[in-house]
Every structure is written in structure tokens, then in C-alpha cells.
């Protein structure tokens, strides 16, 4: 199987993972990322250097991730402004008019959901040397294309072989503010669903921030 073929079946998850087999999984996609695969737009070429991986299930509830629906190996533009490698995702809507008949599209929180993707934090330029540092200096490749739509001009992941080692991994970055307690964090982040949470799943969730906070889910090249 081709390295692209073989991401692209290494993203695909679903509501059924659990901890131990997403954790294998994510090395193995961090390793392949980091020695197998680059990002083309135009004539430059940039390679990995620093992600963070983010999953939701039923029995991984790491709520920090940011709810989608697409296919695996999709970019994507997270709420923060910077983009993310896809899982395949999927989580039910509810259409939702208030009171000023305005519609909202939001997300519901099922044991069916299941979505997340692959932050990207850092890109070097593998002829220059040049460094994208943060997801927002990572996500102007992604922001500025040819209205005409030239072939090339799109970021798009190919294979390269850059034989580069790998960090041992560490915890993500910027989960929530030093000064903030858990329970607003999490409160904040279900404000963003459809769904109608008792004071029992919010402590739950909480619990489940606090361990999934500490998770070595971000890798760097040495």
C-alpha cells in the first residue's frame, strides 16, 4: 500500500476506539507524517515539524477537540483560526431558529459522535529552512490561493522521504488558561453543541479534561 493510502486508512476512526489502540494509532501517524509525508503549494515544499493530535469518542472523551463532519485526511479550519489534518468525523446536527428566527446550525453529543484531526504547530521549508511557527503562521498556506485555480497552487500532502527522528511526545499546548478552573473551560466548550447538559455530565467532563490535559498528544522533530 502507498504512504498516502496508508494515512488515509490510518485516519479513518471510529466511535469504538478506545485510549490504548487511538494512543498506537497516533504514533504511527506522527512517525509517517514526519518521515514519509510533506506539504506541496506551488514549487515549495514543507515538512512537519510539530502537531498535536485531538480525538473524540465515546470511550476517548478528550471535549477540548473541535466537532466536524468529513472525510479522513480533509483539511480543516478550526475555531482558533488554525487547520487540521481530518479524521473521518462524524457527528449529528440539529438545526436550531431562536427567538429572533435566526438559524444556527450546532452539533449534538452522542455516543455515536466521533471526530478530531491532526493540529498542525509547525512547518519548515525543506529547500530553504524557512519555519512556519504556530498554528496561525502554519494556516497562511492555506489562506491566499490563485482565483483562476491553478493546479499547484492549493496546499496537498504528498510523499517525501525525509528520514527525520521524532521527539518522545509530550503533553498539547494551551488547553486552557493557567488562571482558569476546568469546570468554565468545559462549560465554554459545550456552549458551542445542541445538546442539553446536566450538572452530572459536566462534572464528568471535567474529570475527563483534567486526564486527557495531561496526555502526550504532540510530537516534534529533534
Known amino acids: ?35 514519509n509525508v510533506a506539504i506541496r503549494k506551488g514549487e515549495d515544499i514543507f515538512l512537519f515539524a510539530d502537531v498535536e493530535f485531538y480525538f473524540y469518542n465515546k470511550h476517548h472523551k478528550d471535549i477540548i477537540t473541535h466537532p466536524r463532519n468529513c472525510e479522513s485526511m480533509q483539511w480543516y479550519v478550526n475555531d482558533f483560526g488554525g487547520i487540521d489534518l481530518s479524521f473521518k ?42 519555519r512556519l511557527e504556530g498554528p496561525w503562521a502554519c494556516a497562511e498556506l492555506f489562506r491566499s490561493h490563485d482565483a483562476l ?26 488547553l486552557k488558561r493557567s488562571n482558569q478552573k476546568t469546570e468554565d473551560k468545559v462549560k465554554y466548550l459545550l456552549s458551542a453543541y445542541a445538546n442539553k447538559f446536566t450538572e452530572g455530565d459536566i462534572e464528568n467532563l471535567s474529570e475527563e479534561f483534567d486526564k486527557y490535559h495531561k496526555s502526550t498528544y504532540r510530537y516534534l522533530v529533534k
Open 1 to 35: 500500500m502507498k504512504i498516502l493510502e496508508s494515512l488515509k486508512y490510518l485516519l479513518c476512526l471510529t466511535s469504538e476506539a478506545d485510549t490504548d489502540y487511538l494512543s498506537k494509532r497516533f504514533d504511527m501517524i506522527a512517525e509517517m507524517l514526519f518521515k
Open 149 to 174: 485555480g491553478t493546479i499547484n497552487d492549493y496546499p496537498v500532502l504528498i510523499e517525501y522521504e525525509s528520514a527525520r527522528e521524532i521527539q518522545d511526545a509530550s503533553p498539547r499546548l494551551n
Open 89 to 130: 468525523s462524524e457527528t449529528k446536527v440539529e438545526r436550531i431558529v431562536n427567538e429572533k428566527m435566526k438559524l444556527a446550525i450546532k452539533p449534538m453529543l452522542t455516543d455515536e459522535s466521533y471526530f478530531g484531526g491532526i493540529l498542525i504547530r509547525e512547518l519548515h521549508n525543506a529547500e530553504t529552512g524557512e
